[in-house]
C-alpha cells in the first residue's frame, strides 16, 4: 500500500468515515464508506429526513442557541416562538458521544485540520497536518467549540449524516454548515446532549 494511500485511509480512520455504524444500526445494517481521501462529492444527497427544515421545538432557551441531540442525529438551532431550524448530523461513535454546555469560541472557514494529542496517541499513524479545502474531511466550515478538541463542522462525506461514525464532533453536509456558519456569532450557547428531554 502507497504511503499516500495509507495516510489517507488513516485519515478517514481517524474522523471514523470507515465502517461506522448507521442510525439503522438496530437493523444491523453498517455503513462502508471505502477509502476515499481528498473525496469531493458531485452532491449532497442526503436522507430526506436529515435535510435542513423549520420544525416546532418547544424549549425554554432564547433564540440563537444551538441544541445537539445525539440520540436524535440533530442539531437544533432556536428561532422562537416555539421553532428552530433543524440540521441533520453525523454524531461521535460510540465510547466518543458525550454531553455537556459550550460556547462557539471560533470560527473558521475551510479549516486546515491539525489531529489533536489524545488522537495522535491513539493513532500515531496519522498526518499531523492537512490544509483546508474542498477535499479536506473537516469540509467547508468549523465552529468550534470551547477550549475542547470537538467542532461543528461540514463532511466530504455526506452519506455519514445520520451516523454515529466521528471521534466526538458533529458533521453536517457543507450547505447546512455554511448556512449554520452565517447564522451564529462566536459566543453561542451550545448545549450537546445525549438523551430526549422527557
Not at 448507521?22 to 444527497?45: C, K, L, V
Not at 444551538?66 to 465510547?95: K, M, N, P
Not at 479549516?111 to 489524545?118: A, G, L, Q
Request: hydrophobic share 35%; net charge positive.
Amino acid at each position: 500500500m502507497s504511503i499516500i494511500r495509507s495516510l489517507g485511509l488513516a485519515t478517514l480512520v481517524c474522523l471514523g468515515l470507515l465502517g461506522g455504524a448507521t442510525h439503522a444500526s438496530a437493523q444491523g445494517r453498517e455503513m462502508n464508506i471505502g477509502d476515499q481521501p481528498g473525496y469531493i462529492p458531485d452532491d449532497e444527497e442526503i436522507s430526506p429526513e436529515y435535510k435542513r427544515t423549520a420544525v416546532f421545538y418547544r424549549t425554554t432557551e432564547p433564540p440563537g442557541t444551538i441544541v445537539i441531540s445525539t440520540s436524535e442525529r440533530f442539531l437544533y438551532l432556536i428561532q422562537g416562538g416555539g421553532r428552530a431550524l433543524r440540521y441533520g448530523i453525523g454524531v461521535g461513535r460510540e465510547g466518543f458521544q458525550w454531553q455537556g454546555l459550550q460556547k462557539i469560541s471560533r470560527k473558521q472557514e475551510w479549516p486546515d485540520w491539525t489531529p489533536p494529542p489524545e488522537m495522535i496517541a491513539r493513532q500515531p499513524y496519522l498526518p499531523r497536518f492537512m490544509a483546508g479545502g474542498p477535499g479536506n474531511p473537516m469540509g467547508a466550515r468549523a465552529l468550534y467549540l470551547g477550549g475542547t478538541v470537538y467542532r461543528i463542522h461540514g463532511t466530504n462525506q455526506p452519506q455519514t449524516i445520520g451516523s454515529a461514525v466521528s471521534s466526538g464532533c458533529f458533521r453536517l453536509v457543507n450547505a447546512d454548515v455554511t448556512d449554520l456558519y452565517e447564522r451564529v456569532p462566536v459566543g453561542t450557547k451550545v448545549i450537546i446532549r445525549q438523551r430526549p428531554e422527557i
